[in-house]
């Protein structure tokens, strides 16, 4: 079947403009991660998704980043007003089990 | 903490020459390790978990608990194994597994 996918894959946005990301898991995937990757760094955890259930957001870094799963299936990560910082590569992952599957990522570049 | 620590950005062999990319981690708990890869254009994969204790495209990694680590070796690299290689720790959160990731390590395969 189809993989997890992202939209869009690449966004350019001025600074202080929101921005919306989007993860449409694989069909039955319960769990489902994002991540943030800096350039020339690994993967970092934002939050976390059971279902509809938002069970962990630790890894947001600040209350201009949130995110969502109404319907326990695709997801949206919002950023309001974005800050060149937040530059980086999206990554969305879902899974049934341990293993987790990657999207191909949005990268967001913020001017 | 629990930390994952790719000590070599860029790795850059010969065809058929032998591969090692190191990770080592810190975990207070019992770990799940992972190799993910991502080839050029292509969207972050799993390579291999230690506790499948399998070969993968001829990767193989083993689980060092007293040395903290979980490197990647191949005895001979081929033009194809050139990629971008991720070390992971999965962070058991209680039902659910955060990964944590290593900053990388590209592998360049000349002919």
């Known amino acids: 079947g189809a993989g997890v996918s992202q939209s869009p894959r690449y966004k350019v946005t001025k600074r202080g403009q929101d921005v919306a990301l989007r993860c449409d898991p694989i069909?039955?995937?319960?769990?489902l991660y994002w991540y943030r990757q800096a350039l020339g760094q690994g993967p970092e955890f934002l939050t976390y998704?059971?279902?509809?259930?938002?069970?962990?957001k630790s890894g947001l870094p600040n209350d201009r980043f949130s995110a969502e799963r109404p319907e326990g299936s695709i997801s949206t990560l919002t950023i309001q007003r974005t800050e060149q910082r937040d530059s980086a590569m999206y990554r969305c992952?879902?899974?049934?089990?341990?293993?987790?599957?990657f999207g191909p990522g949005t990268r967001l570049t913020v001017t | 903490a629990q930390r994952v620590t790719q000590p070599e950005k860029l790795l850059s062999v010969f065809k058929g020459a032998p591969v090692e990319l190191k990770c080592n981690y810190s975990y207070s708990g019992s770990p799940e390790l992972f190799w993910y890869v991502q080839y050029s254009r292509q969207r972050l994969q799993l390579l291999l978990r230690h506790i499948s204790r399998e070969s993968i495209k001829g990767f193989t990694a083993d689980l060092n608990k007293g040395e903290t680590s979980f490197h990647l070796k191949k005895p001979f690299a081929q033009e194809e194994d050139s990629a971008m290689y991720y070390c992971a720790l999965s962070e058991d959160s209680g039902g659910y597994n955060k990964l944590i990731f290593g900053a990388g390590t590209r592998l360049a395969v000349h002919p």
């Open positions: 998704f059971n279902y509809e259930a938002q069970q962990d």
């Open positions: 069909s039955g995937h319960v769990s």
């Open positions: 992952a879902s899974s049934l089990g341990l293993l987790q599957y």
